[in-house]
């Protein structure tokens, strides 16, 4: 069954404290992941789509890489403004459903000033 | 403005009543998809559509009606609505199937 879970649930960082978020997945062949970033009282923001193992995407203090069973949203030196709810969401290549995309439940990102 | 929108924003209704979301983009994307987002369970897809006339369902399509009869407005009818489709229902879209999908701002349906 395709699952994609999200690590951790929440995280509270101070202004300029790097880290990192986790999102692993399986699903039956992997035809993109993607990243989007959802803040309160609005809809999901598209971030960036991975296709293949050893990907990497960068946008501002954000860069996501993707590995054959795991993707990280590093955050570099972040800002208050970054603070929001990060999905993770993936699109199997075959098997029937392969417009369809799993989401995991999200990481909380709450960065202080 | 080009865009997705979806309407209403907040509406609050009774179990056993029929209520109507839409959703309207003006990309002229092919696909269109709606979602339910519940804590604890993240975004789930309840119905899709690859074009006008052409729609299927998705993980939790039950109690849900859909149509397209227009590729830019894609609305999802509660036939009869109940307490457990009280949710945040999402409208997005795409280009192609592979594309990247793009949201609404979210209807937020409350079932009494």
């Known amino acids: 069954e395709d699952q994609v879970t999200q690590s951790p649930e929440a995280l509270r960082l101070q202004e300029g404290e790097s880290s990192s978020l986790n999102c692993s997945y399986t699903?039956?062949?992997?035809?993109?992941l993607f990243w989007y970033r959802q803040d309160p009282g609005k809809g999901p923001e598209f971030l960036f789509t991975l296709y293949s193992a050893g990907e990497e995407k960068e946008k501002e203090r954000l860069k996501a890489t993707l590995t054959k069973k795991e993707s990280f949203l590093h955050i570099t030196a972040p800002k208050p403004e970054d603070s929001a709810t990060y999905l993770c969401?993936?699109?199997?290549?075959?098997?029937?459903?392969?417009?369809?995309?799993?989401f995991g439940t999200g990481t909380l990102l709450a960065v202080q000033p | 403005d080009a865009g997705i929108t979806q309407s209403p924003r907040y509406k609050i209704t009774e179990t056993g009543r029929q209520v109507t979301l839409m959703c309207h983009q003006t990309w002229s994307h092919s696909y269109m998809f709606w979602y339910r987002q519940d804590l604890g369970h993240g975004l789930r897809l309840i119905y899709y559509s690859a074009a006008a006339d052409i729609t299927d369902k998705g993980e939790v399509p039950d109690g849900y009606v859909v149509s397209r009869s227009k590729t830019e407005n894609f609305p999802l009818t509660l036939e009869s609505a109940t307490r457990s489709q009280t949710s945040v229902y999402f409208c997005a879209s795409s280009e192609q199937g592979s594309q990247p999908q793009h949201f609404g701002d979210g209807t937020r349906l409350s079932i009494l």
């Open positions: 699903v039956s062949g992997l035809r993109g």
């Open positions: 969401a993936v699109q199997r290549s075959y098997g029937g459903a392969t417009n369809k995309l799993i």
